[in-house]
């Protein structure tokens, strides 16, 4: 059955700091640094203005926040990296965090890795892309922001990102809504895998 974007709620902010009580239900991660907008992303899907807070400000979420998507799956924000105002101790909380979350043993469906479709990836970039690889999910990666580029910088910019991926990378924008359509149908589609074993 497919998911009714139309109904979503924030779920709960996790912390790293106690069990994760949230049954468990299909999965889709949001990767990516801060501001590069993952939160944006989220409520485009949803069709919601502020399911996901968004900010000016970089590197507010530190937490992993889960929202309902009509009762059949998660989708999960993971905090963003590569803030560079963040003190040490602050980036080894992000890194035992994101660590934690994945030793939770959660049905895990896809991690969609979200990029700047402005620039080069970051270093950032390339090591969160290396981490979420060798957990070995489906994975796609995304390029946001499209709506500030032109036709021809949109193209160069696609097909060096997918290049240097390996991997289609796909066009979104909360703006102008690029993409949106297809990241709902990639979420509709890996979670409707094994959909009877679930209970
Ligand atoms: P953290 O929670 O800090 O990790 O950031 P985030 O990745 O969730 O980014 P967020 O969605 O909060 O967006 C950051 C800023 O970029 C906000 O000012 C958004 O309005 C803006 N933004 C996000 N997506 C787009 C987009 O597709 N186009 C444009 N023009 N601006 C965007
Ligand atoms: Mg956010």
Redesign the pocket.
Known sequence: MNINFQKAEFVTSWFGNSGLKLEKRPEVLFA??????????INKIFNRKSL?????K????ISVNFFDADGKAFIV?L??YG?AERSKEQRHNWGSLIDKYFELDRDIRMIIL?VDSRHEPTENDILMYDYLMSKEYLFCVAA?????LSATQLKNSISSLSERFGINVIP????SGQGVEEIRAIINDVCQKEENNEE
């Open positions: 990516g640094r801060s501001n590069v907008g993952k939160s944006s992303m996901a807070k968004t900010s000016q970089p590197g507010k979420t924000d905090p963003g803030y979200l946001t922001k499209t709506d500030k979104f924008s909360s703006v």
